[in-house]
C-alpha cells in the first residue's frame, strides 16, 4: 500500500499535474477573460518552478487567444499541444494545451488542422523548463488547461 502511495504521490506531482488540469481545487473566473497576443505572452518573466510548486497568483489569469493553428501534436501524456501564431511576434507560438480529461474540448481538438484559425480559452500556467520546439515563447508561459476552444466566423 505505502509503495503505490509513494507511485500517486509521484504521478501527480510530475509537472505539477494538479495545477495545470485544475485538480487543485482552483475556480477560475470565467467571467474574467483578458485576451492575449502571442507577443504579450512572451513578454511574461519566466519563473522557475518545480514539479511540487502549488499555483502561483500569476497562474489564476483566464486568458484568450486568437490566431492560426501552426502545429498541433498529440502528446504521449494524452494532451493535445497546440501552437498559435498570430502575427504579433516574428518566427513565435504560444503553446496551449487541451489535457484529456477535459474530454469535450479534447474531441475538438482532434479534427483541428495546421493552418486552421482558432481562438482559445484557458489558464495561464508557468511550465518548467524543457527542450521547447523550435517556435515557442522561451518563457514557457502556456495556456494550459484550454477549455474552451472556438472557430472565428
Same mark, same amino acid.
Not at 507560438?93 to 474540448?105: D, G, H, I, L, Y
Not at 488542422?113 to 480559452?121: A, E, L, P, R
Given at each position: 500500500?505505502?509503495?503505490?502511495?509513494?507511485?500517486?504521490?509521484?504521478? $501527480?506531482?510530475?509537472?505539477?499535474?494538479?495545477?495545470?488540469?485544475?485538480? #487543485? +481545487?482552483?475556480?477560475? /473566473?470565467? *467571467?474574467? @477573460?483578458?485576451?492575449?497576443?502571442v507577443?504579450?505572452?512572451?513578454?511574461?518573466?519566466?519563473?522557475r518552478?518545480?514539479?511540487?510548486?502549488?499555483?502561483?497568483?500569476?497562474?489564476?489569469?483566464?486568458?484568450?487567444?486568437?490566431?492560426?493553428?501552426?502545429?498541433?501534436? $498529440?502528446?504521449?501524456?494524452?494532451?493535445?499541444?497546440?501552437?498559435?501564431? #498570430? +502575427?504579433?511576434?516574428? /518566427?513565435? *507560438?504560444? @503553446?496551449?494545451?487541451?489535457?484529456?480529461?477535459?474530454?469535450?474540448?479534447?474531441?475538438?481538438a482532434?479534427?483541428?488542422?495546421?493552418?486552421?484559425k482558432?481562438?482559445?480559452?484557458?489558464?495561464?500556467?508557468?511550465d518548467k523548463?524543457?527542450?521547447?520546439?523550435?517556435?515557442?515563447?522561451?518563457?514557457?508561459?502556456?495556456?494550459?488547461?484550454?477549455?474552451?476552444?472556438?472557430?472565428?466566423?
Amino acid at each position: 500500500m505505502k509503495i503505490f502511495l509513494l507511485f500517486i504521490t509521484a504521478v $501527480l506531482s510530475h509537472e505539477r499535474e494538479p495545477v495545470k488540469n485544475l485538480l #487543485d +481545487g482552483f475556480i477560475p /473566473d470565467t *467571467t474574467n @477573460v483578458r485576451v492575449y497576443t502571442v507577443k504579450e505572452i512572451a513578454s511574461f518573466k519566466r519563473v522557475r518552478v518545480g514539479n511540487s510548486n502549488p499555483r502561483m497568483e500569476s497562474e489564476k489569469q483566464v486568458m484568450q487567444l486568437s490566431g492560426t493553428v501552426s502545429r498541433i501534436s $498529440l502528446e504521449t501524456d494524452g494532451d493535445y499541444h497546440i501552437e498559435i501564431t #498570430d +502575427g504579433s511576434l516574428k /518566427d513565435s *507560438t504560444a @503553446v496551449c494545451e487541451v489535457p484529456s480529461c477535459f474530454k469535450s474540448v479534447h474531441k475538438q481538438a482532434s479534427v483541428i488542422k495546421k493552418g486552421q484559425k482558432i481562438i482559445v480559452t484557458g489558464i495561464k500556467y508557468q511550465d518548467k523548463f524543457h527542450s521547447p520546439s523550435p517556435h515557442r515563447t522561451r518563457n514557457f508561459v502556456e495556456i494550459h488547461p484550454v477549455y474552451k476552444i472556438q472557430l472565428p466566423e
